[in-house]
């Protein structure tokens, strides 16, 4: 059974950083596509950003150039270094592995204060 466990999120002021981890346990096939998404209230959860096994990212628009995703493929974990933190990234984040089906962690609060 596929588990994934995110740590990483707290609060933090607007202009702050944070990273966020993911680790995936259980079998599964190397190749696969890691994400994160998020969510706050009365919205939906939307894409973070991803990445492939390969390597190959791709972000949303409102954090292209402030986030950055990366994944250790020996550890099964991914990785969202998160910089110019703005109230509006205030949400749970969530791990995503994708993979002959979709897995999901169980989230992570996010609080940016300004």
């Known amino acids: 059974q596929v588990q994934l466990v995110e740590s990483g999120g707290g609060l933090v002021q607007a202009g702050g950083s944070l990273r966020l981890s993911c680790a995936a346990s259980g079998s599964f096939f190397r190749i696969n596509v890691m994400g994160w998404y998020r969510q706050s209230p009365g919205k939906q959860r939307e894409l973070v950003a991803a990445i492939t096994s390969a390597g190959s990212t791709n972000y949303a628009d409102s954090v292209r150039g402030r986030f950055t995703i990366s994944r250790d493929n020996a550890r099964n974990t991914v990785y969202l270094q998160m910089n110019s933190l703005k109230p509006e990234d205030t949400a749970v984040y969530y791990c995503?592995?994708?993979?002959?089906?979709?897995?999901w962690g169980q989230g992570t609060q996010v609080t940016v204060s300004s």
């Open positions: 995503r592995l994708t993979v002959r089906g979709d897995y």
